[in-house]
């Protein structure tokens, strides 16, 4: 079982940045970011493969948020620019042993999550 613990959130005020960090206990073959804001579904918003560093954005994103992870491979940060209020909710880390799309499976780990409040 990997735990993750994510850190880096806050409130910024709108064309702000922040760095998010997740570390993971122990390695794993994929991970990536997901948000949730109130009301709304979880999205994914980055992800990237261990072995390869490959990185896959949802939607328009990549251009403000840039994925990364150290060389250890066991912890990834997620750089936000130009933060908007629409990008303010709860922001989780997730990974997965197997490579998969947006690291998911029933056998993803999660963490507990960093709020990311941008106000206007």
């Known amino acids: 079982q990997v735990q993750l613990v994510e850190s880096g959130g806050g409130s910024v005020q709108a064309g702000g940045s922040l760095r998010l960090s997740c570390k993971a206990s122990?390695?794993?073959?994929?991970m990536a970011w997901f948000r949730q804001a109130p009301g709304k579904e979880r999205e994914p918003i980055a992800r990237?493969?261990?072995?390869?560093?490959?990185?896959n954005y949802y939607g328009s994103l990549k251009g403000r948020f840039t994925i990364s992870q150290d060389n250890a491979k066991t912890t990834v940060s997620l750089q936000m620019n130009s933060l908007k209020p629409e990008d303010t909710a709860m922001y989780y880390c997730?990974?997965?042993?197997?490579?998969?799309?947006?690291?998911?499976?029933?056998?993803?780990?999660w963490g507990q999550g960093t709020q990311v409040t941008v106000s206007s």
């Open positions: 997730a990974a997965n042993d197997r490579v998969t799309g947006w690291c998911q499976s029933e056998s993803a780990y």
């Open positions: 990237i493969y261990a072995s390869n560093g490959l990185t």
């Open positions: 122990g390695r794993t073959a994929c």
